[in-house]
């Protein structure tokens, strides 16, 4: 009885079994193929995170910050294009938007409220990582408005902080503008931003 169970189990479906061997071969083989895309985009992506992080951020130590071009239009509007230059003498990234704070004549911090995006001016380029070479730098665009000098709410600046992304301390320059509310549109920074005049 065993024999003819044994028998009977090797004789009729040996071309099945065969072929579902070498379904089991192509499936073994497809799935080495997946894992080792999957180490490929894996170790691609474990370089890009080296070379990210092989590059410091800039701090604000590590910049220069200044005043590009002034914008004017109507309905009260005002702004300007802020840079911040890599002066470290090494490479440093950026990625974001800058903080941005007032101050009044003795540098005490004045209520201020900063929005990230769109501004008046200029269409946010949304954030990128911007790696800066010493010597090159990366700008934003501030705005805000001011209804008249002395206006209920309105915001008597004489300085503007500017923190660049990821640092804790920030850069101080000379802003003497009324800010309504003191409220201040910033675009993240790019390389270059158009600007509408």
């Given at each position: ?26 499936t073994v083989i497809g799935l080495a193929a997946v894992a080792g895309l999957g180490l490929a985009a894996w170790a ?30 109507g309905m009260n509007h005002q702004g300007v294009v802020i840079t911040l230059r890599n002066l470290s003498g090494r ?32 269409h946010n380029p949304g954030k990128k990582t911007l790696v800066l070479k010493d010597g090159q730098s990366a700008e ?58």
């Open positions: 009885m065993n024999e003819q169970q044994n028998t009977t189990g090797q004789a009729g479906p040996a071309k099945p079994r065969h072929r579902a061997e070498r379904r089991f071969g192509r691609t992506t474990a370089n890009a995170a080296t070379t990210t992080r092989a590059t410091p951020t800039c701090s604000a130590a590590a910049l220069k910050a200044g005043f590009g071009r002034g914008l004017a239009g490479t440093c990234a950026l990625r974001g938007y800058p903080g941005l704070g007032l101050e009044n004549s003795a540098h005490k911090k004045l209520t201020a409220h900063t929005h990230w995006g769109n501004t008046w001016y200029a934003a665009v501030v705005a805000w408005t001011h209804a008249n000098t002395g206006t209920s709410g309105a915001v008597r600046a004489s300085f503007l902080e500017i923190t660049p992304p990821g640092a804790t301390q920030h850069k101080t320059l000379a802003f003497p503008q009324w800010v309504d509310h003191g409220d201040l549109s910033v675009t993240a920074l790019a390389r270059h931003i158009d600007v509408t005049p």
